[in-house]
């Protein structure tokens, strides 16, 4: 192991975090799901966790998702969603984390016969809780599934209505290929005039164009993933000098195949062309790593600085649906982890 890798592991597990692209149901651990299955009498066809974690062998994100919707099944209870969303901000504690903008699927659950208002009452007193005890702030992410109508989008559009205090913003993820931000483009106009904020899945296995229409067509504040935009030069200047966010998930990219290694990762490329790209998790559960892991593993594998770990938290906080005084908090703290962990000024 190189000599500097606890330091920077050491840094890591210090430094201020904001989480803004995590899909809560992809922080189903096995253990929880096998726990949820029994409470609710779920048969899964796993015999056991350490089977369950075998069949993580994804090739593409089709593949993932074909596990990930089998394994939602087991949440059913307001109860069930809430220690879902329990685990996962214990885990952020853990991590460090200080604000996390979270993505639920409500259309994963309601196709099954679970109410819209029994995901949200669960997830929202989890977070409540956790701003409570552990001094985590969060938002609330409804993602559409695009692989989906743009009719069904806009139904769940209609539900959410009735919860717009709790629900910041709106996105779109769930199977890229095939399925062009252009088709959502109605229900994202709703979603604006009702006073959403949007995000959007594009560029992890779609190509730039996509991104494009997201920025375009959806009006979106960010993008989630975005690393194809490597591909046209254009559009990475665009993204540039608009100084557009991109939620980048690096253990997610190499689970799911875009990326062969991480030490092939475009991560680093991104940040040294002035792009706002952070690091995040994405389905930790599934892809073998939370917020921190992400880090120490990019970092390992990229070789980044305390000065790309400093950027790389700031763009997180640029890119969060913050109010100044919260941003201007979480800025502060991040300088103070700087000074504590530079013998000199930005001296790695």
């Known amino acids: 192991m190189p000599s500097h890798e606890p330091a920077m592991h050491d840094a890591i597990a210090h430094l201020p975090k904001v989480e803004l692209h995590v899909h809560i149901e992809g922080t189903l651990e096995p253990e929880l799901m096998f726990a949820l299955a029994e409470r609710n009498g779920v048969e899964l066809p796993y015999a056991s966790v350490d089977e369950v974690r075998q069949a993580y062998a994804f090739h593409n994100l089709q593949s993932f998702l074909d596990i990930y919707y089998a394994g939602a099944r087991v949440l059913q209870t307001e109860e069930d969603f809430h220690d879902l969303a329990a685990a996962y901000l214990r885990r952020c504690h853990a991590d460090r984390v200080r604000h996390t903008e979270i993505f639920f699927d409500p259309q994963t659950h309601t196709a099954r016969g679970i109410p819209f208002d029994t995901v949200v009452r669960g997830l929202t007193r989890a977070l409540a809780d956790a701003e409570h005890e552990l001094g985590i702030t969060s938002q609330l992410i409804l993602c559409f599934l695009r692989d989906q109508s743009a009719e069904a989008a806009m139904a769940t559009l209609e539900q959410a209505l009735l919860w717009r205090a709790h629900i910041h913003a709106v996105g779109l993820d769930s199977a890229e290929a095939g399925h062009p931000p252009e088709k959502f483009r109605t229900v994202f106009e709703r979603a604006r005039a009702e006073g959403f904020a949007s995000?959007?899945?594009?560029?992890?296995?779609?190509?730039?164009?996509?991104?494009?229409q997201a920025?375009?067509?959806?009006?979106?504040?960010?993008?989630?993933?975005?690393?194809?935009?490597?591909?046209?030069?254009?559009?990475?200047?665009?993204?540039?000098?608009e100084r557009i966010p991109l939620t980048v998930c690096p253990l997610s990219n190499v689970r799911l195949c875009v990326f062969?290694?991480?030490?092939?990762?475009?991560?680093?490329?991104?940040?040294?062309?002035?792009?706002?790209?952070?690091?995040?998790?994405?389905?930790?559960?599934?892809?073998?790593?939370?917020?921190?892991?992400?880090?120490?593993?990019?970092?390992?594998?990229?070789g980044l600085s305390l000065d790309d770990l400093e950027r790389l938290a700031r763009n997180a906080v640029e890119g969060a649906f913050l109010d100044p005084p919260a941003r201007q908090r979480l800025e502060e703290e991040i300088a103070q982890w700087r000074a504590a962990h530079s013998p000199g000024p930005h001296a790695d």
Do not use: W
């Open 199 to 212: 995000v959007a899945h594009a560029g992890e296995e779609g190509p730039p164009e996509y991104i494009r």
């Open 215 to 241: 920025l375009d067509l959806l009006s979106v504040a960010r993008i989630d993933h975005g690393v194809q935009a490597e591909q046209d030069p254009g559009l990475m200047q665009r993204l540039a000098s």
């Open 260 to 302: 062969d290694r991480l030490e092939d990762h475009n991560l680093k490329r991104l940040l040294d062309a002035d792009l706002c790209v952070s690091i995040h998790s994405d389905d930790p559960a599934y892809f073998g790593g939370y917020i921190g892991e992400n880090y120490r593993a990019t970092t390992d594998a990229l």
